[in-house]
């Protein structure tokens, strides 16, 4: 038990300062600026930060919130990223133990989460993070399945997507939906795949209702239901025996 502890403690931090890279990938990539250079500095007054400065989650609280040099307001959007990417990694720990494929799966999801902050905040889904989300998918026991249900899954939302168009006479799907599908398929195959398309739709709903003429990113409820059902497979698959047979 306490060594479990130990180990969750471990993959907490592990995951925070992967967080703290998200940050930097949330924030450069969208601007088409290198994730490497120049490094970490204060977006306001510009100042190179110490390494102390960088220290995920903690160097926040240290520093109150503020840039240790011009003092103006560090955006929440810092500790909040390296928080819930430690937790996602702690979850899917706890989800599949210390196996070897458990950080490209972590890796997958953090990937999944970086283009959920981008979303949101750009309306945009950049190639290199989708691509990279669906490419650590396939790094699996079962190399060969997942490949499989991710180009299935993929090509399954491409002709529906191209049917659409055609019906509707406008683009009614981005190619980006289509990658994160094949992500999906490669992370949940059959049929949980088709589970975590309906439950990203019912919880896409009434955000789509709300803010129906500005418009809501489907992306980021396509990764919140994907988590949800790889998290509750079992329970998924239950669900829809249930729903099928009674």
């Not at 403690?9 to 088409?32: D, H, Q, T």
């Not at 980006?176 to 059959?190: C, E, H, K, R, S």
């Not at 398309?197 to 980021?220: D, H, Q, Y």
């Amino acid at each position: 038990m306490q060594e479990n502890i130990i180990i969750g403690v471990a993959v907490f931090i592990f995951g925070m300062l992967i967080g703290s890279f998200l940050n930097v990938v949330i924030y450069r990539i969208p601007k088409g600026e290198s994730i490497s250079f120049p490094a970490s500095h204060c977006q306001r007054c510009h100042t190179p930060l110490k390494w102390y400065h960088n220290i995920p989650l903690f160097s926040w609280l240290f520093l109150r919130g503020r840039c240790a040099f011009c003092k103006e307001p560090i955006s929440m959007q810092y500790p909040v990223v390296e928080l819930l990417t430690g937790l996602i990694f702690v979850i899917l720990y706890l989800k599949l133990g210390l196996v070897w494929y458990l950080p490209f799966v972590a890796a997958s999801f953090t990937a999944l989460f970086a283009l959920v902050m981008i979303d949101f905040k750009y309306m945009a889904v950049p190639d290199n993070v989708n691509f990279a989300a669906l490419l650590f998918a396939l790094i699996q026991p079962n190399f060969l399945d997942a490949m499989m249900y991710g180009a299935i899954a993929a090509g399954g939302l491409y002709l529906i997507g191209l049917l659409s168009s055609l019906i509707a006479r406008k683009e009614a799907m981005g190619g980006a939906d289509v990658i994160v599908a094949g992500t999906m398929g490669a992370l949940l195959g059959f049929p949980n795949f088709f589970m975590a398309l309906f439950l990203s739709a019912i919880l896409a709903m009434i955000p789509a209702m709300v803010w129906r003429e500005k418009g809501v990113p489907f992306v980021p409820f396509l990764a919140l239901a994907t988590l949800i059902v790889y998290l509750y497979d079992t329970q998924a698959l239950h669900l829809l025996d249930t729903i099928i047979y009674g």
